[in-house]
């Protein structure tokens, strides 16, 4: 049910480019910089709809990955957290592809600090997810030593998915301080990132 609601907000975003597309300028922002100001322009057609078409890539290779990966049964014992982050991404999208029209429709604002909300929530159950997920190739914590072991698997996950909770968090802080938006959202996930994967081989190296 999860992937056809997902499937919907898609076809969603087709038809509002396609309803927006005649009032929209010839060129739309498409990127902007740390400070929230405008640095990069895409064509009109590429940027209405490169969004809803990555949007629908994602969500062919969220349902691929359950029967590809060697370890499927696996995957099953957290399908519903699984599908539950496979709609957020879509949702994420979803809002991104509305904040860039909104900002050509004379609707300006800080648009790292609208994104920050959307971070928030991606990261949180990112975290979510991540304590549910059993091992596999495609989902959750997977670095070479945490593929090698049910219980390094375990520790590893269970640990990031708190950090990545935290870093949710820390994101709803970059709402209320737009100028510091973008190291809020970036530092966090990246020393996360790190730790994790420092942390699976010293995991790694002790059960050796």
Not at 167 to 193: E, K, Q, S, W
């Amino acid at each position: 049910m999860r992937m056809q609601i997902a499937l919907v907000i898609i076809i969603l975003a087709f038809l509002m480019s396609v309803y927006f597309y005649p009032v929209l300028p010839s060129r739309l922002a498409t990127h902007w910089n740390i400070d929230g100001q405008v640095d990069g322009y895409m064509s009109k057609a590429a940027a209405l709809f490169i969004m809803p078409l990555i949007s629908l890539i994602l969500l062919t290779l969220f349902v691929i990955i359950p029967v590809i990966d060697p370890w499927r049964k696996n995957i099953k014992m957290f399908k519903k957290y699984f599908e539950n982050f496979v709609l957020i991404i879509i949702g994420f999208l979803f809002y991104l592809h509305l904040l860039t029209m909104t900002w050509h429709l004379d609707y300006r604002f800080n648009m790292i600090q609208y994104m920050a909300p959307a971070f928030a929530v991606i990261f949180y159950y990112a975290g979510q997810l991540t304590q549910h997920a059993k091992r596999n190739w495609f989902i959750g914590i997977r670095t070479p030593w945490t593929l090698t072991n049910n219980r390094i698997w375990d520790k590893v996950n269970e640990r990031g998915g708190k950090l990545f909770k935290a870093c949710g968090i820390i994101c709803l802080v970059a709402i209320f301080l737009p100028n510091d938006a973008l190291f809020l959202i970036l530092v966090p996930i990246l020393a996360t990132t790190a730790y994790v994967f420092v942390y699976s081989y010293v995991l790694y190296s002790r059960k050796k």
